[in-house]
């Protein structure tokens, strides 16, 4: 089974960065997208950025648009959150996801991602 593993996560004051990172391993094919979702305490969990693996395609949930920045490094098998400008309210539990559909599209929704790591917590004060 495909893994991901998060690491980054800490307590930052508002205002502050962090960078977010995701290893993808033990898989049998590339992911053809990734994504960063986030779970407040008592909220559903979001999508918030999504890239492809290939080409240069991103999407970017409106609360975190020119604040965040998700990246790849394809021979790292790593995904980046870069968090700049960050608020109280991007507390929350952020996870890394991998699809495997067949169409190349940065989706943010929850439904069209196949595997997750288990989180890594932010909390902003």
């Known amino acids: 089974h495909v893994q991901l593993v998060e690491s980054g996560g800490g307590s930052v004051q508002a205002g502050g960065s962090l960078r977010l990172s995701c290893v993808v391993s033990?898989?049998?094919?590339?992911?053809?997208?990734m994504a960063w979702f986030r779970q407040a305490p008592g909220k559903e969990r979001e999508g918030i950025a999504a890239?492809?693996?290939?080409?240069?395609?991103?999407r970017y949930a409106d609360s975190v648009k020119g604040r965040f920045t998700i990246s790849r490094d394809n021979f790292k098998n790593t995904v980046y959150l870069q968090m700049n400008s960050l608020k109280p309210e991007d507390t929350a539990m952020y996870y890394c996801?991998?699809?495997?559909?067949?169409?190349?599209?940065?989706?943010?929704?929850?439904?069209?991602?196949?595997?997750w790591g288990q989180g890594t917590q932010v909390t902003v004060s």
């Open positions: 996801a991998a699809g495997y559909s067949t169409y190349a599209i940065p989706y943010l929704q929850r439904e069209e991602y196949n595997y």
């Open positions: 033990k898989y049998t094919y590339d992911p053809v997208y």
């Open positions: 890239i492809v693996t290939l080409g240069e395609n991103k």
